[in-house]
Structures are given as C-alpha cells and as structure tokens.
C-alpha cells in the first residue's frame, strides 16, 4: 500500500507531517514529488507553482532553497509547516518504509529540460548518498526521467505511470521493453484492463501498482485483483483492507 503524497487525506501533502502519518498506519511506501530549485536542490512538491500549495507565488525552479524554507506549506491543515527537501524525506522515512519518488519534468513545464534529466541525475545521487535504508522505486509519467535513471544506476528499480487515457497494455509492452520493473497505470484503466493484465505483466515479471484509490470498495477489489500497490490519500483506511484481502488469499491457497 502506498501513501500518497504521504497520508494527505489528514495532513498537508507532501511534507514530513504527512509521511511521518502514513509511517504511523502502516504504510509500505511513501509516494512523494521531487522538483530542483533554482539552486539545483531537490525538494518535495507536486505543482511547478509553488502558489498552488503554499503562500508563495512563482515556479519551483526559480527559487533557491533558502527562498522555498520560508514558505507555508500547510494549505490551511494546521500549523505552518515547511517545504521538505528530499534528503531530509530520506532521512525521515529510512529504515520505515519504502518510498517512490516521482519524477517531476513534464514537457510544456517551464523548467522541463529533457534530454538532460538534471534531477533524475540528483535523485539518483542523493539515493545513494543517503544510504537509504528500505525498498525505493523512482517513477513518471516522462519515461526519458526513468530511462535516464536506469542509465545513471541500472540497479534502481523504476515505474512507468499512466493515465487513463493510455492503453495498459501498450504501457506494460513499454515498460518490459526497457527494463521498468513496475506498470503504474490509473486505477480506471487497469480495472477494465482486467485480472488478465496483472497476470500477463507477472508473467513478464514486473510488478503492477495504481494510483489514487480512496474508495474502498474499490481499494478491496484491486487487491483481490492482485495488484502489487495501490496508491491512496488514506492509508489508515487502505492498510486493513489490504490484510484482509491478503489473509483470505492466503488462507484459500491453504485450504486447497
């Protein structure tokens, strides 16, 4: 199960507060934003406008990282908070739970730079400067992101994410072709994609996860689809439904 953008349902995304939530539920992976400032410094945050979560204004990447620190990240959910850098996510999270760091550099952005992938290029320093402790995947909906991870550190487990507008099925022929180890389409395409999809892509040998998913009658059928990790705003909701599922999975496989 993974939180996304930590346990946002009850806490502002993306900031410590919130993974430190999921942490609290269960969560297996933290699903978290990372963006370069002006100063070439990864932080945590989904919009290229800063104005969109915080009482700033302008784009990400034309502020240091002493500028976005005096930010309010909190968007009205408690106490002003910061905007986290993604070393101090690392720190935070390791030894806690896994984490999958989506890449943030989208064609039509004002700081896209593709070919260079400058913060694939400092994800996967930081990754290995931290000595992060837990299982880590770097993933996008720009696949240049990931196959310039997988160019950088082959070692690095990626996902390709989808939207409902793309073909699963064209997504998992991608993703097998490069090496991804996990098809991450949206939640409404891959359940008309079907049980047979998630077979197929085990058989290819990658994993199948989905985002976001706070319903949860739809949560219990993805996993009784077997899907692999469904992202959700609510983990404290997610993480029962996921052991019930799992423990009659298992306890049918026993009575066979």
């Known amino acids: 199960m993974v939180a996304h953008r930590g346990a946002s349902a009850l806490f502002p995304e993306n900031t410590l507060a919130a993974f430190e939530g999921a942490i609290q539920v269960g969560a297996d992976y933290i699903e978290l934003d990372v963006r370069l400032t002006a100063d070439g410094v990864p932080v945590i945050m ?35 908070v910061g905007v986290p850098t993604l070393a101090e996510a690392l720190d935070l999270l390791s030894g806690q739970a896994g984490v999958n760091i989506e890449i943030k550099n989208m064609p039509g952005e004002p700081s896209f730079d593709s070919p260079r992938e400058r913060i694939a290029e400092e ?74 999809f998630i077979e197929q892509a085990h058989q290819d040998g990658l994993r199948v996860g989905t985002w976001t998913v706070d319903e949860p009658a739809v949560m219990r059928d993805l996993f009784a689809m077997g899907v692999d990790a469904v992202a959700t705003n609510d983990p404290a909701m997610a993480v029962p439904i996921r052991d019930q599922v799992r423990a009659a999975q298992e306890g049918s496989v026993q009575d066979r």
């Open 123 to 196: 994800v996967v320093r930081l990754l290995a400067a931290s000595g992060f402790q837990g299982p880590t995947v770097v993933s996008s909906f720009n696949w240049l992101a990931i196959e310039r991870v997988r160019d950088l550190n082959a070692e690095i487990p990626t996902g390709f994410l989808t939207n409902a507008a793309i073909d699963p099925w064209a997504a998992l022929v991608y993703a097998r072709t490069n090496d991804h180890a996990f098809v991450l389409p949206q939640a409404p395409a891959l359940l008309a994609a079907g049980p047979a």
């Open 46 to 80: 989904h919009d290229a406008d800063v104005g969109i979560r915080t009482n700033g204004s302008g784009f990400v990447h034309t502020f240091s990282l002493r500028e976005l620190k005096r930010l309010d990240a909190s968007g009205g959910l408690g106490p002003a």
